[in-house]
T-cell receptor, first 114, second 116 residues
Framework: DAMVIQNPRYQVTQFGKPVTLSCSQT?????MYWYQQKSSQAPKLLFH???????NEADTPDNFQSRRPNTSFCFLDIRSPGLGDTAMYLC?????????????FGPGTRLTVL | AQSVAQPEDQVNVAEGNPLTVKCTYS??????LFWYVQYPNRGLQFLLK??????LVKGSYGFEAEFNKSQTSFHLKKPSALVSDSALYFC??????????????FGKGTRLSVIA
């Protein structure tokens, strides 16, 4: 089945220790998104790629970065995680950038910063 | 700026009864509206969307939603709730006016509990 896969599902890291979260998709979708979802809150868009075109949301912290080496993979790098970065991180894809395109989500990576 | 309001943090309904999860929106232009469901420790799953046309939209798992432009609402409904419908439901909107660049904006979510 075509899907969005995230690894790892659970990640624990120490304050300030860099961490990388991985997302891959078999849907061959052009757009990939990273969201942060804190407990009992709505998902918040961090950034997205339309093909190789990177789009950063204005309020995304500077220590959050992303890479998309090819169509299938996208990575979220947190250079110096703080305690406030503890959250679920959701990867999503959509066929196109148009507003009618629904997004397909992965299962998420639950990150805990100690 | 676009926004979504889900006025209820929690909705409780008995199994077999109809359910409604409320959503209102605010956009500058015309809205594209979506409902997603999230089960514990899982990502969001797409349920249904309104783009244009018939105001009543049917989606997955027997859910439907009615677009009401005058009330700026897009309430999610199901005629007969199942215990397995218990989950967190998110309404989301994109503004057609700036559709190329605006992100999908989610409401804060409504937790639905269906009691057997």
């Amino acid at each position: 089945d075509a899907m969005v896969i995230q690894n790892p599902r659970y990640q624990v890291t120490q304050f300030g220790k860099p961490v990388t979260l991985s997302c891959s998709q078999t849907l061959n979708h052009n757009v990939m998104y990273w969201y942060q979802q804190k407990s009992s809150q709505a998902p918040k868009l961090l950034f997205h790629y339309y093909d190789k075109d990177f789009n950063n949301e204005a309020d995304t912290p500077d220590n959050f970065q992303s890479r998309r080496p090819n169509t299938s993979f996208c990575f979220l790098d947190i250079r110096s995680p703080g305690l406030g970065d503890t959250a679920m991180y959701l990867c999503a894809t959509s066929r196109g950038k148009g507003p009618s395109n629904e997004q397909f989500f992965g299962p998420g990576t639950r990150l805990t910063v100690l | 700026a676009q926004s979504v309001a889900q006025p209820e943090d929690q909705v409780n309904v008995a199994e077999g009864n109809p359910l409604t999860v409320k959503c209102t929106y605010s956009v500058s232009g015309n809205p594209y509206l979506f409902w997603y469901v999230q089960y514990p420790n899982r990502g969001l799953q797409f349920l249904l969307k309104y783009i244009t046309g018939d105001n009543l939209v049917k989606g997955s798992y027997g859910f439907e939603a009615e677009f009401n432009k005058s009330q700026t609402s897009f309430h999610l409904k199901k005629p007969s709730a199942l215990v397995s419908d218990s989950a967190l439901y998110f309404c989301a909107v994109r503004d057609l006016l700036n559709s190329g660049n605006t992100p999908l904006v989610f409401g804060k979510g409504t937790r639905l509990s269906v009691i057997a």
